[in-house]
């Protein structure tokens, strides 16, 4: 399986920029979906994950401006992200939750100026 996450840039902080994953398979078949952030000299964290459903739950860092969403259909995850901060600086990856090690992709690296 591929995921190949992309959207990412510079933007200044308060701005928005929204992310893509796409998948190489149907993403119908994972229960949940999930969108990661590596800050440099930081651990990878999970930011936001929702269920084949439609549920959502973030991370308390990103809730209220970060929205997630996918397309069965489309086998695609996207990330919205509103007004951003300097902390959210990071490479962003998409993976299935719990993630699988093999399915990490490049991430899209996303920069936010203060």
């Known amino acids: 399986v591929q995921l190949q996450a992309s959207g990412g840039g510079l933007v200044q902080a308060g701005g928005s920029l929204k992310l893509s994953c796409a998948v190489s398979r149907s993403i119908a078949s994972f229960n949940v979906m999930g969108w990661y952030r590596q800050a440099p000299g930081k651990q990878r964290e999970l930011v936001a994950r929702i269920t084949r459903g439609g549920s959502t739950n973030y991370s308390g860092s990103v809730k209220g401006r970060f929205t997630v969403s996918r397309d069965n259909a489309k086998n695609t995850v996207d990330l919205q992200m509103n007004s951003l901060k300097p902390e959210d600086t990071a490479v962003y990856y998409c993976?299935?939750?719990?993630?699988?090690?093999?399915?990490w992709g490049q991430g899209t690296q996303v920069t936010v100026s203060s």
């Open positions: 993976n299935v939750y719990p993630y699988v090690d093999d399915y």
